[in-house]
């Protein structure tokens, strides 16, 4: 089983991508998704996640009205839109998925069992 993901690099102040993360291996179609991001020095936070249905989705304050979590379950795949990106948003992001199936969107990064290698996001004023 293997989420990779994709789509960093760096960018300027207000710019925006697209991270994307394709699982393989087995569907996570009927499995709560996320996004989870660590930046220098910092402990690993929430971004974004959601629920087994794209209804049920939970957003960081920090990120809320700039950041889009969607999934498109015929491509097995987890996105991230980003838009007008801040310094603060350098990190590496990493891609997660739950073992359990349905449930909610999550908050809490113990409660994902299968991580990616992450892809990092450079943002310079």
């Known amino acids: 089983v293997q989420l990779v993901e994709s789509g960093g690099g760096s960018v300027q102040a207000g710019d925006s991508l697209r991270l994307t993360c394709t699982a393989s291996?087995?569907?996570?179609?009927?499995?709560?998704m996320g996004w989870f991001r660590q930046a220098p020095g910092k402990e690993r936070e929430l971004v974004a996640t959601?629920?087994?249905?794209?209804?049920?989705?939970t957003y960081a304050d920090s990120i809320k009205g700039r950041f889009t979590i969607s999934r498109d379950k015929a491509k097995n795949t987890l996105y991230l839109d980003m838009r007008n990106l801040k310094p603060e948003d350098t990190a590496v992001y990493y891609c997660?998925?739950?073992?359990?199936?349905?449930?909610?969107?999550?908050?809490?990064?113990?409660?994902?069992?299968?991580w990616g290698q992450g892809t990092p996001v450079t943002v310079s004023s």
């Open positions: 291996g087995r569907s996570f179609n009927d499995n709560a």
């Open positions: 959601v629920g087994w249905t794209s209804s049920s989705t």
């Open positions: 997660a998925a739950r073992s359990v199936l349905y449930g909610p969107a999550l908050r809490d990064e113990r409660d994902f069992s299968y």
